[in-house]
C-alpha cells in the first residue's frame, strides 16, 4: 500500500464532495468550487466525511496513481476551504511591483514595465513594493502564476537581483578575483 494513498481524507464542516461517473470529483466549499477527472481505473469512496482512495491491483502505474490521486482530492479539499498562496520576493536596485486594477506591473530593469493580468480564479497582492503574494483555491494553478511572474527576472547567483520566492534560498557565486595570472 502507498503510505499516502491509503490516509483518508478528511471532509471539513461546509464542504460538499460529489462523484459523478467516469471518477468526476467535484469539490465545492466557502472559496469555491473545484472539478477534476481522475482517472476511471482508480477506486474512488465518498463516505460522509470521508474520502477513501483505492487501488484495483498491485501494478506500478496503479501503485504510482495511488498516492498522486489521493494528494490531488486532499488538495482540491484544502484549497476549498483555505486556499493557497505563494510569497515572491523582488530584490533589486530600481526592481519593484506595483498593482493597476487586476494588472500586475513589475519594473525589472528592462527599458520597458512588464504587465501581467491576473488569470480566473487567482489573485495577486501588492503588500510591499518588492512582495508579491499569489492567492487562489487551485495549488496547481497558483504555482503556475508565481513560476511566470518569478520567471520574468530569475534570481541570479551573483548579487542576488531578481523574483525569489520567500522561502527559496539563492546560492551565491564568488565574482571575478582580478589581477590573478598577470604578468
Do not use: C, W
Not at 59 to 74: A, E, F, P, Q, V
Not at 76 to 100: D, H, P, S
Not at 102 to 109: N, R, S
Request: no cysteine.
Amino acid at each position: 500500500m502507498s503510505r499516502i494513498g491509503k490516509l483518508p481524507i478528511t471532509v471539513p464542516k461546509g464542504v460538499t464532495v460529489k462523484l459523478e461517473g467516469d471518477n468526476l470529483l467535484t469539490v465545492k466549499g466557502t472559496k469555491g468550487t473545484l472539478s477534476k477527472k481522475f482517472n476511471k481505473d482508480m477506486i474512488i469512496k465518498v463516505e460522509a466525511d470521508q474520502i477513501v482512495v483505492q487501488r484495483p491491483s498491485d501494478l506500478k502505474i496503479y501503485k504510482s496513481l495511488h498516492g498522486l490521486t489521493r494528494t490531488l482530492i486532499n488538495n482540491m479539499v484544502e484549497g476549498v476551504t483555505n486556499g493557497f498562496q505563494k510569497t515572491l520576493e523582488i530584490n533589486g536596485v530600481g526592481y519593484r511591483a506595483q498593482k493597476q486594477g487586476k494588472k500586475l506591473v513589475l519594473t525589472l530593469g528592462y527599458s520597458h514595465p512588464v504587465e501581467m493580468e491576473d488569470p480566473e480564479g487567482i489573485a495577486t497582492e501588492v503588500p510591499a513594493p518588492n512582495k508579491i503574494i499569489v492567492k487562489g483555491i487551485d495549488k496547481q494553478v497558483v504555482g503556475e502564476v508565481a513560476a511566470k511572474i518569478r520567471e520574468k527576472r530569475l534570481p541570479e547567483p551573483y548579487k542576488g537581483k531578481g523574483i525569489k520566492y520567500e522561502t527559496e534560498v539563492i546560492r551565491r557565486k564568488e565574482g571575478k578575483t582580478g589581477g590573478k595570472g598577470k604578468k
